[in-house]
């Protein structure tokens, strides 16, 4: 998805270098006390360094988007794209002239292991929001004082606009908030509104219960997003309750439901079987239930995503009007996926 507006803040002055030290400890985020050897000095935490010197610390969603978009992965898609264009040989030379120290080339050559992650992610950024005695603080990301080379978490010193995104009944005291996210859904509703069709949202995802899942992952590992930065994944869960109350009053939402909930209503039950029927060798049925099991296994993939659905009012409200004769009740027009379908 591309991002269509800008809802940060920008950067603060000089006096905020005094910016309270977060409170912020999510297991996902950063200990503060990871040794020096374990926090290499990366080409992107030099660039990051350089710009909070020059002006001032940055917000949560601005330094995910510095990691996850940073012109050497840019560039890595872009060599990437003229290799397919040309007929994506096997062999093929990348040489930089003037080189240095080969860290662009090494750059652009982890763009070619991480492409799926990078297109995958580079849209996702969020506002960490946390609740102070001063009232709602945004979570910004400053050079760390006390040490080299080290990046470390502060407090705004006052409001920013990302508050504006908290609700008034709000019951966490930490809160991640992704107006991007909105701005997105708010189109998509307004085009379903006026002109038909349906949305469906899958991802990791939560309904407005979580706190800290602002997190990295290095090697299929969870890792410190503050160390090494350019060398990990970042990324966020969804808060669907928020999904939904952007597409509030245009148009219908349905979920979130849990991935296992939501492919055994499709019948992947009976899909499993059809398959099953259909083949006799044992390592594709062994393939087969495996697969299975790491879609519908609540401790595995199958409650880990979520989905969630706009669609126009009227696909809902239509089927509440039709009574079948031996039926006192009307029904609402059944959703796949939502709903349990009849499989015969």
């Not at 996850?68 to 040989?89: D, H, Q, R, V």
């Not at 508050?163 to 996210?181: G, L, S, W």
């Not at 928020?242 to 219908?252: H, P």
Request: net charge neutral; with cysteine.
């Amino acid at each position: 998805m591309t991002v269509l507006v800008r809802s940060g803040v920008g950067p603060l002055c000089a006096v905020a270098r005094a910016a309270i030290p977060s409170i912020w400890r999510g297991k996902y985020f950063s200990s503060g006390n990871e040794p020096a050897e374990n926090n290499p000095v990366t080409p992107m935490l030099r660039h990051l360094m350089y710009k909070i010197k020059s002006t001032g610390p940055i917000t949560v969603a601005e330094y995910m988007k510095e990691v996850l978009t940073n012109p050497a992965k840019l560039l890595g898609i872009w060599f990437i794209s003229e290799w397919m264009a040309t007929g994506k040989s096997t062999a093929f030379q990348l040489v930089e002239l003037g080189p240095g120290r080969g860290t662009l080339v090494g750059d652009i050559l982890r763009v070619f292991t991480q492409l799926g992650s990078v297109l995958k992610n580079c849209d996702i950024s969020v506002h960490l929001v946390e609740k102070t005695p001063q009232g709602w603080r945004e979570v910004f990301i400053d050079i760390d004082p006390q040490v080299s080379d080290k990046l470390r978490f502060v407090l705004a010193p006052s409001a920013t606009p990302a508050e504006a995104f908290i609700q008034h009944d709000e019951t966490r005291d930490h809160v991640e908030v992704c107006p991007d996210a909105g701005v997105i859904i708010e189109e998509l509703s307004q085009r379903i509104a006026l002109t038909g069709g349906a949305a469906l949202v899958a991802d990791y995802g939560h309904d407005g219960t979580k706190t800290d899942t602002f997190r990295g992952f290095c090697g299929h590992k969870l890792h410190d997003v503050l160390i090494a930065p350019g060398t990990a994944d970042l990324t966020a869960d969804v808060d669907f309750s928020y999904l939904r109350r952007m597409a509030q009053g245009k148009v219908a939402s349905l979920g979130p439901i849990k991935q296992h909930t939501f492919l055994k209503n499709m019948g992947i039950d009976v899909r499993l079987k059809v398959l099953l029927d259909k083949s006799n060798e044992p390592s594709v049925r062994q393939q087969l239930l495996q697969g299975y099991d790491m879609l519908i296994n609540p401790k595995k993939m199958g409650e880990r995503f979520n989905f969630f659905a706009l669609l126009p009012h009227e696909r809902l409200e239509g089927g509440r009007h039709q009574r079948n004769a031996r039926q006192s009740k009307p029904f609402a027009s059944l959703v796949a996926g939502f709903s349990e379908l009849a499989w015969q």
